[in-house]
């Protein structure tokens, strides 16, 4: 660690307050009536319900959710025993990852004892308290007579991370590695080296995996694990005892399949690598520095499948990949324990999440480099969102088959879907237009069908069954695409490609744009080039002309250019003067809609009352009622700028012509959001509590309001959504997301109208 490094590490844990955690109340504490039902006397009601029955304790605490991360600092990583004390920043740490990649609430405690019986009782006494109990850094043999005992006294999961949570990635690693090298475990002979916690976790799953004990030899500080040998021994680590006369490592690492390293830097020479067998599997795990060195390890065998601890090589075997997700799936079950089922089912779990296609987040966590299944890439990348989704539902589901789970779950399909809702904070707004979309799927074509993250949205769009994907691009450089990213598409199948070179309805096509142009300066000649260079105006064509029932657009070049070829060939619904757009922000405060943030740059009155129209209807097909407010720099009539006046102009029209909506104005945006303070102002208003939607004066105002809300809200955002247009038509930012693309998939799919066949066309019908 650098000097440099290390003050920055001790300002980041000083400042601006001490440590990484604090406690946040989960109920409001507004009032009075809110203090009775929290404490007494309404805090009684939820003992009287817990006294009556047990199981009421997860429904009406936080015990269902809540861990206990326990030590006595015995073993911490890199430092030994520093004690209880000391080791809190790194409990803090592990608390810290378990609410991110888990959303489950941890509560760290270090224990003053060395006593393996004193600590036993310690925490045994807790169990009233907590959902589950992460042992960490607690020094060998005592973890195994902690754990065990712990275990055996809890009717709650207690897991020694140390241990199995190393065991159940390096499992994964093996896995992967011997489908790599098409080997069977059943057929490998491995070599350890270490033979503490961490090292038989690991040797304990495999053999559950399949590996024979026989074919397994172990090697420690003082040499090979054998058969009467007394120094160094327990009853663990003698499990592992051979008949032999092999004495050291060096001894023993000829022809050997797989090499796994729990010990010391440097202990595996070059010279034992090259006599390993063809194709050999390296797991060298030491930290900071390995076994051996993958570089020097390639030097002699390139042949070789290395692993190491480092984030800095490939094929980092890192806890944080499973241990909170296998206590999200036992505390979802209220699992009485985390037995082997359980951590195998995790463990092929994340062996098989690696061989699907990277992620978007996984990709940009390796700054912009794809990772596939292979030598390089065994394991998932902690960044990958869909590991909860992955391990969680399979951990669960163990624990029901071997008959540890209290509360099985019913519906895997919806709990699933609160996974998503945790990874994906914008999965609750959107789950009602996923499920319109899997229920009648369209044909939805993508102008730019070469983008990257399009073909991965894409991926995911065929996955979930959202749609029937159009692509527009050159199939050539679509299919090197589609292999780069290892996705498993298939053109004609799964998708159609739209060949901007050679499609034959071209000619159609830029006819109809000439006629749709000509009197706005379009030649046919300018027609025919516009058709053959602009893929927005291709996939409007397609819309206008029935080859598509919808489109998304915008994810390269400029909103404006794409939002101009969309009004140009699509236009506007019967009715609708002009197009605007509305953009969702899903925040910890809740859920808000602003319109408009990038289309309308000054808008009329007209325009304005047109456009609330249309953005309570976009908002009502969320599920959500529309409370409406036209915010201003004036506040009920305090200024008279020609913004405000425009504001209280349709805000009037709108009371008069749209009685059945919630709707007031203008005011400011703290009045909109605030009951109190509006009533300070206007106690007369028709908007009653918080406003959801926000129609803005300007576009500039929309699109600042927009942008800060979503970097400082800590949240994220849906859209922008393209209202008014004839057809189902968005156009995105270049700065969507793969995740968001699949949500505009998802909504544009789910406005689009159904089509029944028509003289060899498509005709556009309503949905009955």
């Known amino acids: 660690m650098s000097k440099d490094f290390q003050e920055q590490a001790l300002r980041y844990h000083r400042e601006p307050r001490p440590g990484k955690l604090e406690i946040t109340p989960t109920k409001p504490l507004a009032n009075q009536r809110d203090l009775s039902l929290a404490y007494s006397p309404g805090v009684g009601a939820a003992c009287q319900a817990i006294l009556a029955d047990r199981d009421e304790a997860a429904r009406l605490t936080v015990r269902g959710n809540l861990v206990a991360v326990v030590t006595n600092g015995t073993a911490v990583l890199g430092f030994g025993n ?38 036993i009782r310690t925490v045994a006494r807790l169990e009233p308290t907590f959902g589950g109990i992460n042992l960490e850094d607690i020094k060998a043999p005592e973890c195994f007579i902690i754990e065990d005992a712990l275990r055996e006294r809890m009717d709650i999961p207690v897991f020694h991370d140390d241990q199995h949570g190393t065991a159940i990635i390096v499992a994964a690693a093996v896995t992967n590695a011997l489908r790599v090298v098409d080997k069977r475990i059943e057929d490998v002979r491995l070599v350890c080296s270490g033979a503490g916690a961490a090292a038989l976790a690991c040797l304990n799953l495999l053999v559950k995996l399949g590996l024979p004990l026989e074919h397994i030899t172990v090697t420690d500080i003082d040499g090979v694990v054998h058969a009467g040998r007394e120094k160094g021994m327990d009853r663990w680590k003698a499990v592992y005892a051979r008949e032999t006369d092999a004495r050291t490592l060096d001894d023993v690492i000829e022809g050997a399949d797989l090499f796994l390293g729990l010990s010391a830097p440097n202990v595996l020479k070059p010279d034992m690598v090259r006599r390993m067998a063809d194709k050999p599997v390296i797991m060298a795990l030491a930290n900071p520095t390995p076994e051996i060195l993958p570089e020097t390890a390639r030097e002699v065998r390139p042949d070789a499948i290395i692993a190491t601890g480092r984030s800095d090589y490939p094929n980092q075997v890192n806890n944080v990949l499973c241990f909170p997700y296998i206590f999200r799936g036992a505390l979802d079950v209220g699992a009485s324990d985390i037995n082997d089922n359980m951590k195998l089912a995790a463990s092929q779990a994340i062996a098989d999440l690696a061989m699907d296609e990277p992620s978007e987040l996984v990709t940009k966590a390796y700054g912009g480099t794809e990772s596939r299944f292979g030598a390089d890439y065994l394991i998932p990348s902690p960044f990958d969102p869909r590991l909860p989704v992955r391990i969680a539902p399979a951990v669960a589901r163990a624990a029901m088959e071997s008959g540890v789970a209290a509360r099985p779950i019913k519906d895997f399909g919806a709990y699933r879907q609160q996974l998503i809702e945790f990874v994906y904070k914008s999965g609750l707004l959107m789950k009602p237009l996923f499920e319109r979309a899997r229920q009648a799927p369209r044909r939805l074509v993508f102008a730019e069908g070469e983008d990257r993250r399009v073909l991965q949205a894409v991926q995911e769009v065929v996955d979930e069954g959202l749609a029937s994907p159009i692509l527009v691009g050159r199939p050539s450089v679509i299919a090197a695409r589609m292999s780069e990213l290892g996705l498993r598409l298939r053109p004609g199948q799964d998708v159609t490609v739209i060949d901007v070179d050679s499609d034959p309805r071209f000619r159609e096509y830029h006819s109809e744009y000439q006629a749709l142009m000509g009197r706005r300066g379009v030649s046919p000649d300018d027609a025919k080039a516009t058709v053959r260079t602009n893929n927005t105006v291709i996939a409007s064509l397609m819309v206008r002309k029935g080859d598509a029932d919808c489109m998304i657009c915008g994810s390269v070049g400029k909103f404006q250019r794409h939002l101009d070829a969309v009004d140009n060939v699509i236009g506007p619904a019967p009715g609708v003067h002009s197009l605007a757009t509305i953009t969702a922000l899903i925040l910890p405060a809740g859920t808000f809609f602003i319109c408009d943030s990038h289309a309308t740059m000054e808008p009329s009155v007209e325009e304005l009352v047109e456009m609330t129209g249309m953005a309570a209807e976009q908002v009502s097909a969320f599920g959500v009622a529309p409370k409406i407010a036209l915010v201003s720099r004036s506040n009920f009539g305090s200024q008279e700028s020609a913004p405000a006046i425009r504001m209280r102009e349709a805000v009037r029209r709108l009371h008069k012509e ?34 959801n939607l926000f129609i803005m004066p300007h576009v500039d105002a929309g699109h600042i309001a927009y942008s800060l809300l979503k970097v400082l809200g800590g949240g994220v955002s849906v859209g922008p959504i393209l209202i008014g247009a004839n057809a189902p038509a968005h156009v995105v930012t270049q700065s969507i997301t793969v995740r968001g693309l699949v949500n505009m998939s998802a909504l544009t799919v789910a406005q689009s109208p159904a089509r029944v066949p028509e003289g060899g066309r498509d005709r556009a019908v309503q949905d009955t």
Do not use: C, T, W
């Not at 609410?99 to 004193?118: G, M, R, T």
């Open 82 to 119: 520093i004690g209880p004390l000391a080791a809190k920043p790194v409990m803090e740490g592990k608390a810290v990852l378990f609410k991110k990649y888990a959303n489950i609430d941890v509560f760290d405690l270090e224990v003053e004892e060395s006593d393996p019986e004193e600590f």
């Open 658 to 691: 749209r009685p059945d909506l919630e709707v007031d104005g203008e005011m400011h945006a703290d009045a909109a959001l605030s009951q109190e303070i509006r009533d300070l102002a206007y106690p007369d208003s028709r908007l009653q509590g918080a406003a």
